[in-house]
């Protein structure tokens, strides 16, 4: 069988394969709130055979959201509204994960459509979507024309650590069996971990160590409420692709402490932290970033998850058979195709072609395929 077809199980959880939906910001709750369109959203990638499925960057707290459609479990009413979708992915095979996540600076942003561009009374008047202050380990802004944020005081640290604690207690109410904590892409936890965004000079700033700190009692109090028996990853990036910034060296270091700290999984993304502009020497081909996956994997000994411009079966195939990762995710493949991982499967091999669908489809499909194999249609 091929690998990435393979279960694999962190903890007590096994996914059925190596393929996970990558989280990806729908913009479409309201107050935090998910609705039907999360369930369909999700739901979709359960029925095509994915092994994990990530719910979005769910923000930790109100102020923590990139924007004003994020999902959120910063109070108990989240908790019903992302029930039917945890309950829908398990019970569909899947394994339901959640994003937890502060934007920090880069709160109050515009939805991707909108511009990408910090809120303002256009906003208001279009939308009466308002604007607000972001918080943020130093008074640094995101990038040029972006506010400054707010930098956090001691008080502000802890809130912060208590409300990503606060919302590991809910997703596990909710459903979810697995948590991803976003600490990467330039958001609140990857601005502590880095000297571009991190100019602090108390403990949270200066040394790796200190630097490092948030993220580690980030890790440790979602520990407190998240049970031993379940699955907790991080996304770092893996680079800051900057001169003065993060470089894999760091980041595998920051890897080896999560590890020590209840962190079972690295999803190996990059960049993110300086600005809008894609730094030049961050050079896009298929499976870019996997040498990071490797990289940590081998040298803090962690299981890590390989992401970024990935879409063919073959080649996600040799990076978990070869061992560079552990797992695979996908994002904007899995929007062209949700049904993927049965693509995949007939592409590596898989006995039967269409067995591995919900049968529904698959006994109609099947059917089909002998008729069409029987009068030579195609
Ligand atoms: C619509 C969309 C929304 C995304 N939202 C998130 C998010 O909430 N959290 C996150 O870590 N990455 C997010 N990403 C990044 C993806 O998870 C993924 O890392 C990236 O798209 C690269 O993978 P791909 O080439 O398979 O799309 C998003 C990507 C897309 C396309």
Request: proline content about 5%.
């Amino acid at each position: 069988m091929a690998k990435l077809l393979s279960p694999f199980s962190m903890r007590d959880i096994t996914f059925k394969n190596r393929i996970a939906v990558s989280p990806m910001s729908q913009y479409r709750a309201e107050d935090g709130h998910a609705n039907a369109w999360h369930l369909v959203h999700l739901g979709r990638f359960a029925l095509g055979g994915a092994g994990l499925v990530f719910a979005e960057a769910t923000a930790v707290e109100r102020d923590g959201r990139r924007t004003h459609g994020d999902l959120g479990l910063w109070e108990d009413s989240h908790i019903e509204t992302l029930k039917p979708v945890a309950e829908f992915l398990n019970a569909e095979g899947a394994v339901a994960g959640i994003q937890l996540s502060h934007a920090g600076r880069k709160a109050s942003e515009r939805r991707p459509w909108h511009g990408e561009t910090p809120v303002d009374d256009e906003d208001v008047a279009q939308r009466g979507e308002e604007p607000w202050t972001a918080i943020a380990p130093s008074p640094v802004p995101y990038a040029d024309g972006w506010p400054t944020p707010m930098e956090m005081t001691e008080h502000e640290i802890a809130r912060v650590l208590q409300s990503f604690a606060d919302a590991a207690r809910r997703a596990l109410f909710a459903g979810f069996k697995a948590i991803e904590v976003y600490a990467a892409h330039g958001f609140l936890i990857h601005q502590f971990l880095s000297p571009v965004s991190n100019h602090r000079a108390d403990a949270w700033g200066g040394s790796p160590d200190n630097r490092a700190r948030f993220a580690v009692e980030v890790a440790k109090s979602i520990r407190q409420e998240w049970p031993e028996h379940l699955p907790l990853l991080f996304r770092l990036s893996a680079t800051d692709w900057l001169d003065g910034g993060l470089g894999v060296e760091d980041v595998i270091d920051i890897a080896r402490r999560l590890k020590d700290h209840g962190v079972d999984m690295i999803d190996c993304s990059s960049g993110g932290i300086g600005g809008k502009n894609r730094p030049r020497r961050m050079k896009i081909e298929q499976g870019f970033q996997i040498p990071f996956a490797q990289r940590i994997r081998e040298e803090a000994d962690i299981a890590t998850m390989g992401v970024g411009f990935l879409w063919d079966a073959l080649t996600c195939e040799k990076i978990v058979e070869s061992g560079q990762a552990d797992m695979i995710a996908l994002a904007r493949e899995l929007l062209d195709d949700p049904h993927w991982l049965h693509h995949a499967a007939q592409v590596l091999g898989a006995a039967s072609a269409f067995d591995d669908w919900p049968i529904e489809s698959g006994w109609w499909l099947s059917k089909r395929q002998r008729l069409i194999e029987k009068l030579a249609l195609r």
